[in-house]
């Protein structure tokens, strides 16, 4: 496949036709068939999606499908037993039987905010082991908005301005931003993959799906980036805190360059 900046033709067997926002993060329309339907739980299940369901400390994707009835609103995405399920905003009655084409399209401006949130969130993993040695242990991400914990003794105000300078400078260098397969054999003796704890993730997750930016950070992910650091815009420290003994949180915000 030639989508930019992935090695797509490395995914498991199917993934690529099936979970097209792992390896096509700018993907934001697709055709699909209705799979499986939950009228209770006002959910359904398609043959194939771009819609990212919550994980990894990134939150779902929303936006709209629609069928031959008009369109409806997806309000969530979850994944379940390894299988995605949309839930959206239409009477048990008024969901599409099994079977129904169906047009997706993702809210584009929420995702692209996530993907900012997610690869800035990346870099300051990054900044944080190449400056301290110290890996990440926690984190949350909303649109423009995302926090990670580190072991630190202490945190201060200072520390803060210094990795916010740190995080803006390798934006800049407009780091390219790839996306992986890895064999679980390679993964598992590979230093930074190591360094972020991938060997436990589960053996059975063959290959390992590995976001790089190549250069700051390179860590096992299932998430959404955009391709290259410059696209993340300026990144904010808003916040250190301290959650107890070696727990100290890092707020950032991401703003428009
Ligand atoms: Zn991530």
Redesign the pocket.
Known sequence: MGVPGSFADRAPAGLADTELFAVDAYRTTFDARVVEVDREGGRLRLDRTAFYPTG???PHDTGTLTGPEGAVAVTGVRRESGLIWHTVAADPGALPEVGTEVGGEVDWSRRFQLMRT?TA??ILCGVIWADHGIPVTGGNMEPLKGRLDFPFPAMSADLGAQVERRINDEIERAHEIVVDFLPRNVADADPALIRTAAHLIPAAIDPLRI?DIVGPDR?A?G?THVLSTAEVGRVKVTGTESKGKDNKRIRLEVVDA
Do not use: V
């Open positions: 990894g400390g990134q997610h969130l990346h976001i860590q992910d998430g």
